[in-house]
């Protein structure tokens, strides 16, 4: 669990309509991930994870997790990954589980959660892109 990525279906329609209005698509790809960056860190740092029990989000047991979260964020694609050595050895642990500890993947968990929300943000920048295209 070294990163999580997000990447856009549909690429070929992207690209072309990237092509013609190459400062626009852009802009509303950035758009769309940064509302898509905050409906994830609000889902990660909701309800943490029960000691023993199911999800929520990040495991709060020293909050070191919670605090490591990094967002690259591009016009087709976010990346969420933790900053540090230290966090990504145990976040690594923490999110796969290990033979004395069970898995609690609270990025699977965000992901398979806001399903709904992802799918709403990307028909929304397709639709306006191709809109857009059609001026």
Same mark, same amino acid.
């Given at each position: 669990?070294?990163?999580?990525?997000?990447? &856009?279906?549909?690429?070929?329609? &992207? #690209?072309?309509?990237?092509? #013609?209005?190459?400062?626009?698509?852009?802009?509303?790809?950035?758009?769309?991930? !940064? %509302?898509?960056?905050?409906?994830?860190?609000? /889902?990660?740092? /909701?309800?943490?994870?029960?000691?023993?029990?199911?999800?929520?989000?990040?495991?709060?047991? !020293?909050?070191?997790?919670?605090?490591?979260? %990094?967002?690259?964020? /591009?016009? !087709?694609?976010?990346?969420?990954?933790?900053?540090?050595?230290?966090?990504?050895?145990?976040?690594?642990?923490?999110?796969?589980?290990?033979?004395?500890?069970?898995?609690?993947?609270?990025?699977?968990?965000?992901?398979?959660?806001?399903?709904?929300? #992802?799918? %709403?943000?990307? !028909?929304?920048?397709? %639709?306006?892109?191709?809109?857009?295209?059609?001026?």
């Amino acid at each position: 669990m070294s990163k999580f990525e997000i990447h &856009l279906e549909g690429e070929e329609a &992207l #690209r072309q309509a990237i092509n #013609r209005q190459p400062e626009y698509v852009k802009r509303r790809g950035l758009q769309m991930m !940064t %509302r898509l960056k905050a409906i994830y860190q609000q /889902r990660i740092n /909701r309800k943490p994870w029960q000691v023993g029990g199911g999800g929520g989000g990040v495991p709060r047991d !020293t909050n070191s997790l919670a605090h490591a979260h %990094r967002y690259q964020i /591009r016009p !087709t694609q976010m990346k969420i990954s933790l900053q540090g050595q230290k966090e990504k050895k145990y976040g690594w642990y923490v999110h796969e589980g290990t033979r004395k500890m069970k898995e609690r993947p609270w990025l699977d968990y965000a992901h398979e959660k806001e399903k709904n929300q #992802r799918d %709403r943000q990307v !028909t929304d920048f397709l %639709r306006d892109i191709t809109n857009n295209l059609g001026d």
